[in-house]
């Protein structure tokens, strides 16, 4: 247990390094904004770049992992929906910001870093995989359940163009896609481009664990929402056992990328569902405390989960 103590513990610091230093310097949120336009369009997008462009093709081309990995986190979608919606009769748009809140991890901020600390270079690519084709998939399905629930103004055509834009533009898609290309043609990168790919890659994670903890401290918790009660156990415990059990059942796959996979969805709830619940004017106050409790909570489930995974009480494939 204290090899996962002293492997979470530096990675969390980060995030807490943030928020202390947000709480003390009392800098406005838009100073942040520079800051994520390097972690999103130039830090993320190089490491990804790195990971999927050393790794065989044949590596990459796991469809039954992808499909299983989407499948989980949108089994998890549909249970949380159904409780706000059915069970809760909260509104259509409102349950499906939850879903979110309960399916949507911050992989793209914390799984690169986390995934890679855990389990090393063998989980590069399953992670790079998890955070491309969930964020597509995620960036479809909102704008089409905000339609449904009548949130949604715009014509379809342009909903359906916006979401080609998101998906066909989206940095850390088209640094994977690039990657996919590098790996397939089998081409090396000069040695001073490679240099610069790697120091921007190493400079990722810090950068993206820092910002979260500033974005954190500039969205304090006002009151506790009440479904809290059923979104927190279901990302970060029911989330990532569904997904080792969906995995197991899928295929015979690698046992890192299993674990990889179930790291990612023990994962808190991301930014970006505060910013779907911004964008469409629904939920946001809770979103932003969900983001805040899953966070902070996560400390102890992401350390719980690693330990167990890490001395073999979770075997990584239960049907092997």
């Known amino acids: 247990m204290a090899d996962i103590v002293a492997l979470v513990l530096p990675f969390f610091g980060l995030i807490l390094i943030g928020f202390l230093v947000a709480k003390v310097k009392h800098h406005p949120a838009e100073a942040l904004g520079w800051l994520n336009v390097f972690i999103i369009y130039v830090a993320l997008p190089a490491l990804f770049f790195k990971l999927v462009a050393?790794?065989?093709?044949?590596?990459?081309?796991?469809?039954?992992?992808?499909?299983?990995?989407l499948f989980g986190t949108y089994l998890v979608f549909a249970l949380v929906f159904i409780i706000g919606r059915y069970l809760r009769r909260n509104a259509f748009d409102e349950s499906v910001i939850q879903a979110f809140g309960g399916s949507y991890g911050n992989i793209g901020y914390m799984g690169p870093g986390l995934g890679l600390l855990a389990f090393g270079e063998q989980a590069a690519v399953p992670v790079a995989l998890v955070v491309c084709f969930e964020n597509a998939l995620h960036f479809m399905v909102a704008p089409a359940m905000m339609a449904m629930a009548g949130d949604e103004k715009r014509p379809p055509h342009q909903v359906a163009w916006e979401v080609v834009r998101k998906v066909s533009t989206h940095p850390f898609i088209v640094a994977t896609a690039l990657g996919f290309l590098v790996a397939a043609l089998q081409v090396q990168p000069p040695v001073a481009l490679q240099r610069l790919i790697d120091y921007l890659a190493q400079a990722a994670a810090p950068c993206a664990l820092f910002a979260m903890g500033v974005t954190l401290a500039l969205?304090?918790?006002?009151?506790?929402?009440?479904?809290?009660?059923?979104?927190?156990?279901?990302?970060?415990?029911?989330?990532?056992?569904?997904?080792?059990?969906?995995?197991?059942?899928?295929?015979?796959?690698?046992?890192?990328?299993?674990?990889?996979?179930?790291?990612l969805a023990a994962l808190p709830a991301a930014t970006n569902v505060f910013v779907l619940a911004q964008q469409y004017g629904v939920w946001q106050e809770r979103a932003s405390a969900t983001i805040l409790i899953t966070t902070a909570l996560s400390?102890?489930?992401?350390?719980?989960?690693?330990?167990?995974?890490?001395?073999?009480?979770?075997?990584?494939?239960l049907f092997p």
């Open 219 to 263: 969205r304090p918790l006002k009151r506790i929402p009440v479904e809290i009660g059923y979104i927190v156990p279901v990302k970060l415990v029911v989330h990532p056992l569904l997904m080792w059990v969906v995995l197991s059942l899928a295929g015979n796959f690698d046992p890192v990328w299993i674990q990889a996979s179930m790291l």
């Open 299 to 317: 400390v102890v489930t992401v350390s719980l989960f690693l330990y167990a995974m890490k001395s073999g009480l979770f075997p990584a494939d």
């Open 54 to 69: 050393q790794t065989p093709i044949e590596d990459l081309a796991q469809v039954d992992f992808i499909a299983a990995d």
